[in-house]
T-cell receptor
Framework: GQQLNQSPQSMFIQEGEDVSMNCTSS?????WLWYKQDPGEGPVLLIA?????ELTSNGRLTAQFGITRKDSFLNISASIPSDVGIYFC????????????FGKGTLLTVNP | NAGVTQTPKFQVLKTGQSMTLQCAQD?????MSWYRQDPGMGLRLIHY???????DQGEVPNGYNVSRSTTEDFPLRLLSAAPSQTSVYFC?????????????FGSGTQLSVL
């Protein structure tokens, strides 16, 4: 099946710093999604990307659909304590019907 | 709108017991799915449905059954629980179509099998 490699696994940063994380796929994806999960809650969609090269922002968050269609990046600018959580990338490739593949997540800790 | 509602929030079972995790959505979504989340493993798809009467297997279906008799409900059944099924379970739903990937998740069920 399709595999997603998400990195880094965890990050510990100071409030105000910028954050970058990425996902790479072993095959071409048609859709990339980024989710955030707060403790004890289900993941919440942050950004959806549908075209190669697409760059989309949601407040302090910016995500890009890689031009090769095999990777995606999420950047968070000027981090704040409430950015703490687990960030997941997810993607759907050709022939995968309605199945989304999720990365293993990046645990972000922000030190006030 | 309540969104996606999962019950129970927590459950402890003994090996061999059966139970049903409930999931309901009030958004008229055609697509519903169940994921399990384990430390370091991300979210793995168990079963999914694209409409009432239609279900299919995901990545890790063994040990789980589903049915979809209505658009709103998509229960997940464990017929004989095993310790390997200790996990956090999430139900998610969405519309079908070009934006079908915009899954809405429930708040999860934490299951422990002793």
């Amino acid at each position: 099946g399709q595999q997603l490699n998400q990195s880094p696994q965890s990050m510990f940063i100071q409030e105000g710093e910028d954050v970058s994380m990425n996902c790479t796929s072993s095959s071409i994806f048609n859709t990339w999604l980024w989710y955030k999960q707060d403790p004890g809650e289900g993941p919440v969609l942050l950004i959806a990307l549908y075209k190669a090269g697409e760059l989309t922002s949601n407040g302090r968050l910016t995500a890009q659909f890689g031009i090769t269609r095999k990777d995606s990046f999420l950047n968070i600018s000027a981090s704040i304590p409430s950015d703490v959580g687990i960030y997941f990338c997810a993607g759907r490739g050709r022939g995968s019907n309605y199945k989304l593949t999720f990365g293993k997540g990046t645990l972000l800790t922000v030190n006030p | 709108n309540a969104g996606v509602t999962q019950t129970p929030k927590f459950q402890v079972l003994k090996t061999g017991q059966s139970m049903t995790l409930q999931c309901a959505q009030d958004m008229n979504h055609e697509y519903m799915s169940w994921y399990r989340q384990d430390p370091g493993m991300g979210l793995r798809l168990i079963h999914y449905s694209v409409g009432a009467g239609i279900t299919d297997q995901g990545e890790v279906p063994n040990g789980y059954n589903v049915s979809r008799s209505t658009t709103e409900d998509f229960p997940l059944r464990l017929l004989s629980a095993a310790p390997s099924q200790t996990s956090v379970y999430f139900c998610a739903s969405s519309y079908l179509g070009t934006a079908n990937e915009k899954l809405f998740f429930g708040s999860g069920t934490q299951l422990s099998v002793l």
